[in-house]
Each structure stands twice: as C-alpha cells, then as structure tokens.
C-alpha cells in the first residue's frame, strides 16, 4: 500500500502492550501514532520501555484512553486491556468508523449467556457478538480479511486449536475424552502486582493453576465444536511453568481407528501446507518452546501411541506473539489490506 497506516494500542504498559511495541518498530506499513495509559499519561514510551531508546517510537507521548482523539487520527486501534473494558472502547471506535482489534475476551464467546457465566460480568454490547471475528486466521481468514472487529484468540486457545484443527476435521479421533495438558510461562499471568508471579515463587517451581475451569475453556470448546460439527467438551488443565514466556500443550486423543504416523503426519501436513506460519515438525521431532520464542509460528509434533490407540499431539507457542501481540498485528495486517507476516520477526530469540 502506498500510504502508512496509522494504528493506536490501548493499554501500552501491559506485557502485551510492551510486545505490541517492540513488533511495530519492524513495521514498514504501519505506524504506532498513540498509545495510552492512564497511569503512564504524558512519559514517553522510552521512559517506561528503554529498549526503545534511539528508536523513531521512543519519543511517542502516552496519552490517556479517548475514543475520540484515537479516533481521529487512526485507521486501527488495539485494545490490550482487560475483559469488560474492552467493549465500550471497541464499539465507540467502531462508531467512529476505526477498525478494531481486541486481545481481550469481550468478543471471543459467541453467546452472550455463556461469556457471562464465565466472566461473571454484563457484556453491554451484545450485537457485536454476531459480527466479531475469531481471529485465527489458519481457520478464518476469508472472514478476517473483510472484518472492522477482531476478536484476537486467547493464548492456550491458539496453542489447542491449532493442534486439534486437522484431526477434529478428518474425524480421525472420537470427540469426547480429550485432554489439553497445557503449561504457560509467568508472561501469560500478565503484569499487575501478584505474590504468585513473583521470582520467588515462579523459579525452581512448577504448579498447576485454574482447575478446573479456567476461562479459556469455552473459546476452545466453542471453535473445536465448531470443526468437528458437534458440541464438545475437553478436559483443560493449565499449568505454571517457571520461565518468562512459551506455551507447550501436550494433547491427548483417542484415534477412531488404527492410524500409522505415516498417515496422521501426512494429513496435518496437508492441512497446513497452505497456512505457512503452522509448522508441522518431521515425524520423531517434538516442538520446545524456544524455538517459537519472539514468533508467530506455532510448531506441531504427533505421537502415536499404538498401545493405548492414541494420537498425542504437542503444540508450541510464544504466549506473548503468536498468543497475543504477534497474532494481533497478523490479524490487523489483513484488515488493512497488508501481508499477513509484515512487521513480524521469523526467527526465534536464542538462546
């Protein structure tokens, strides 16, 4: 495209936020223009990020929320903030004819009952439940590409979707009894004071968390029912995992009948074969989580089990890019009419 987009981001001083910013000093398309937080108003983004010293957007002003002034001056907007502070944001731009992408869960739960029993809060703007996006783009991106609002999936959800998608859609494993073994860096726990992500606490430890009914649970049961074309219901569990950012999600299903890696692999590959940024390691390699650390890859690895007639998948993800950021700015990118990858590093942050 021939002019820059103009983009604002809601909440710049969550970790989210921080991702946000460190991804669009890559961008050649799109420009951050305003960023705010009310508790940051008036610093700039070097003094409260001071990697981005001697950088064009160092010197940007933090101003305070306002859908108005945002409005004026942006094409898109992020919204990294919390469940139930995303709505009204999101439908005063949409009125202002700003196209939105939100990394909360205010539009991610297709039915308004159930957002409510899981989040325990009135969702005040329930018309656009219909016309939000699910902004997985391996599954959606007709639809992504012609939205104004996008619902940016939530971090475990991306990791199990993406690794149960292929499978659920061959009908190649039973839909009920599924496991989702999942483990999360302390990055995913967010950046508010908290005693149980302190150092102390993380280190040299590792703890199950949100059993079990953590809130990701209906989104993913939401978009698997969705592929297999039947309502399903999974066992999710979710665990701490003592470094700063990754999710490994060990996946547990039962095969329809007797299946050859050979023959699993070569469907998953197939199923991805198109959707570059889903890479479905060689049989016998497992993916780590440093290798799609500070990416928007997602890495897949099968196991089969012929004993106990299981297919187990292993699914890796950044939490923070592919889970978040990375991922928000894949999904604004195809919004504005960019390439899905631009701005966004393809090589991991090693070691």
Known sequence: MSHIIKAGLVGVTG????ELARLMTHHSSMELVRVTSRSEAGKTLAEIYPFLNRLP???????????????????VVFLAVPHKTAMEIASALLE????????????????????????DVEHTKPELLTE???????????????ARLIANPGCYPTSSILGLAPALEAKIIETDNIVIDAKSGASGAGRGKNVGTLFCEVADNFRAYGLPAH????????????????????????????????ILS??????????????????YTEFYADKP???????????????????????????????????????????????????????A???????????????????
């Open 250 to 267: 060990t996946i547990y299903t039962k095969l329809t009948s007797e299946k050859s890696l050979e023959e699993v692999h070569a469907l």
């Open 132 to 146: 939000a996006v699910y902004g997985l783009p391996e599954l959606y991106l007709d639809q992504i590409m012609g």
């Open 215 to 246: 809130r990701h649970t209906p989104e993913i049961e939401q978009e698997i029912s969705k592929i297999a074309g039947t309502d399903m219901t999974v066992s999710f569990n979710t665990h701490l995992l003592p470094i700063n950012r990754g």
């Open 57 to 75: 957007l160092g010197d940007l002003v933090i101003t305070q929320p306002d859908p108005a002034d945002l409005a004026s001056v942006c094409d």
């Open 15 to 18: 970790y989210t936020g921080m």
């Open 277 to 331: 940024l889903v890479r479905v390691l060689p049989m016998g390699q497992l993916p780590e989580t440093r290798f799609v650390r500070g990416t928007v890859f997602c890495d897949l690895g099968l196991v089969i089990d012929p004993r106990t007639g299981r297919l187990v998948i292993i699914s890796a993800i950044d939490n923070l890019c592919r889970g978040a950021s990375g991922q928000a700015l894949m999904n």
């Open 96 to 119: 202002e004819g700003v196209k939105v992408v939100d990394l909360s869960a205010d539009f991610r739960i297709n039915d308004k009952a159930t957002y409510e029993q899981w989040y």
């Open 333 to 351: 990118n195809l919004i504005c009419g960019l390439d899905i990858d631009e701005g966004l590093p393809m090589a991991p942050m090693m070691p």
